[in-house]
């Protein structure tokens, strides 16, 4: 009996086309300009057109979710960019605005069928969050603009299915 080979399907990482919204935390804003930066790269680098991408800005990693899901709505965008800092301090308030910063955006993707990428850096220390905002460890904001790229193509490719 002949061996079958299931269909895969894959997503590219080609930006063209494609329309990107970027919702980005003020707070640590030291931080998360510079993902922005990172992610707007990649938009770039992958052939993407800056003109076809939306920054929002909101006060705080915890409002994210809320423009992104605004923005998810206004069926505007074929894929989110969610960007963030939240850094440990000497409370337990770290704990809630990550937890509730993830799992807000979380939802989004799958409830509204527009990729939402979840690009918000949970740190002990400001020096970590640097290494990961294009210090040693890369930008984050780049790599979150990465899969937002391939998720957009793959969901792009499953509806037309």
């Known amino acids: 009996m002949p061996e079958s080979t299931p269909a895969t399907i894959e997503g590219g990482l080609t930006a063209q086309g494609l329309r990107f919204g970027c919702v980005v935390a003020r707070f640590n804003s030291f931080i998360t300009d510079r993902l922005l930066a990172g992610a707007l790269d990649a938009i770039n ?25 605004a923005m998810a709505a206004s069926g505007n965008y074929d894929a989110l960019i969610c960007l963030g800092a939240v850094i440990q301090g000497e409370t337990d308030h770290y704990d809630h605005v990550a937890s509730g910063a993830a799992s807000s955006i979380a939802r989004i993707g799958p409830e509204s069928g527009v990729p939402t990428i979840f690009g918000v850096l ?27 790229i391939e998720m957009a193509n793959l969901v792009g490719k499953l509806k037309a299915k």
């Open 45 to 69: 680098r992958h052939g993407g057109d800056l003109d076809n991408v939306t920054v929002a800005r909101v006060p705080g990693s915890l409002e994210l979710a809320t423009a992104a899901s």
């Open 122 to 148: 949970t740190c002990e220390n400001a020096e970590q969050a640097i290494d990961r905002a294009g210090g040693k460890s890369g930008n984050a904001g780049f790599n979150a603009a990465t899969a937002a």
